[in-house]
């Protein structure tokens, strides 16, 4: 899908999700095509193997940009889907972290602050 499409679709979600918002409420909530990232032109496997590949490709400007915070969240629906993205990501400048609900809120913490 384009981005624009994508927006679309998210933006629906947003507005069922909350029928009793206003317009300029609703604005607040969507996300602009220009905050999605095209990656169809990526003709490689979409494996662990070439993710950090992909995200050299794709969100180096985020990976090497001067700016105090760089991040790139990756969100899973499985604790052991989260454990092998972070040991796929380990090749990626600045490595990784895995924040799962089985972990203590002291030691995501500790793990952030670590990052920085």
Known sequence: MSTSLIADYIAGKVRRRNPDLSTVELNELYLHESQFVDTSDFVESRS???????????????????????LVVV??????????????????????????????????????????
């Open 75 to 116: 969100l899973s629906l499985s604790a052991l889907r989260v454990c092998d993205v972070t040991r796929g990501l380990k090749a990626v400048k600045g490595g990784a972290i895995k924040l799962i609900k089985k972990n203590s809120t002291k030691y995501d913490e500790t793990a952030l602050k670590m990052k920085k």
């Open 48 to 70: 662990l193997e070439n993710l950090p590949k992909f995200l050299n490709q794709y969100f180096e400007p985020v990976l090497s940009a001067s700016v105090k915070e760089k």
